[in-house]
């Protein structure tokens, strides 16, 4: 793993695959922790927790079925579009327009696409905060993957089915190394993102995937940087 792109390494890569969140905007934005505070209080309104429990089943339930949604569909048979509005229902000005990566992606040869366990808006107010919107082909959120989050491989599928990629000419941003275990099975290049300087912000234990480091190909904490590496050795 290194955290300089091998800029060979992308020659074959048609087809560039983001996660949104801690993925196209850094971890230091904190936007994610909004979320992961109005999740908290759901849960604690839900079923009538403290706030310190409701945190606690929160976090249980992520490890367990992959995000706080599914756990609550799969135990309390929630609605998942009042949820969903609900923890997305946040300040976006948080994030700060990336102009570089913006060019860096514009640049990228193929398609482009953000692929996330959040929902389509929430997608869309991001990368349009962030000023990259433009720059993608399509957004696969959450409900197109039939409420099935990451890590398990059915999303996976699905996307690469709906939109005919084929894992060897294709690259996978993401901040979690166990949601690129499947895309490296499916023959894909991985990159892992961690925070600014390789420090932990807000991130948590329960976040760290310390067994899934063989999965992963690529490290960096600037993905504007490592895009351009790429960019500019293709122009080169």
Do not use: C
């Not at 936007?31 to 089943?57: H, N, P, W």
């Not at 079925?65 to 948080?94: C, K």
């Not at 990259?132 to 890590?151: E, N, Q």
């Not at 005919?164 to 490296?184: C, H, I, Q, Y």
Request: aromatic share 10%.
């Amino acid at each position: 793993m290194t955290d300089i792109p091998d800029p060979a390494r992308f020659d074959h890569v048609t087809d560039w695959v983001f996660d949104l969140d801690n993925t196209l905007y850094p971890h230091h934005s904190n936007l994610f922790s909004q979320i992961d505070v109005k999740m908290t209080g759901y849960v604690a309104e839900l079923l009538t927790l403290s706030r310190e429990d409701a945190r606690k089943l929160q976090k249980e339930l992520y490890l367990e079925y992959g995000t706080t949604l599914n756990g609550l569909m799969q135990r309390h048979g929630i609605d998942p579009d009042a949820f969903l509005e609900h923890v997305h229902d946040i300040d976006y000005s948080w994030l700060v327009p990336d102009p570089v990566l913006g060019a860096a992606i514009r640049q990228l040869p193929g398609r482009k696409f953000i692929f996330t366990n959040g929902n389509r808006s929430h997608a869309e107010r991001t990368a349009r905060q962030l000023g990259i919107l433009d720059h993608f082909d399509d957004i696969f959120d959450i409900v197109a993957a039939g409420l099935t989050p990451k890590p398990a491989r059915q999303p996976y599928e699905t996307f690469a089915a709906l939109h005919k990629v084929t894992g060897a000419n294709a690259v996978m941003f993401e901040d979690l190394a166990r949601n690129l275990s499947v895309p490296k099975a499916l023959g894909m290049t991985t990159v892992l993102i961690v925070p600014r300087n390789f420090e932990p912000t807000f991130s948590e234990i329960w976040e760290s995937d310390p067994t899934h480091e063989d999965d992963v190909d690529f490290v960096t904490d600037d993905l504007a940087t490592f895009l351009t590496t790429i960019v500019e050795a293709n122009a080169a």
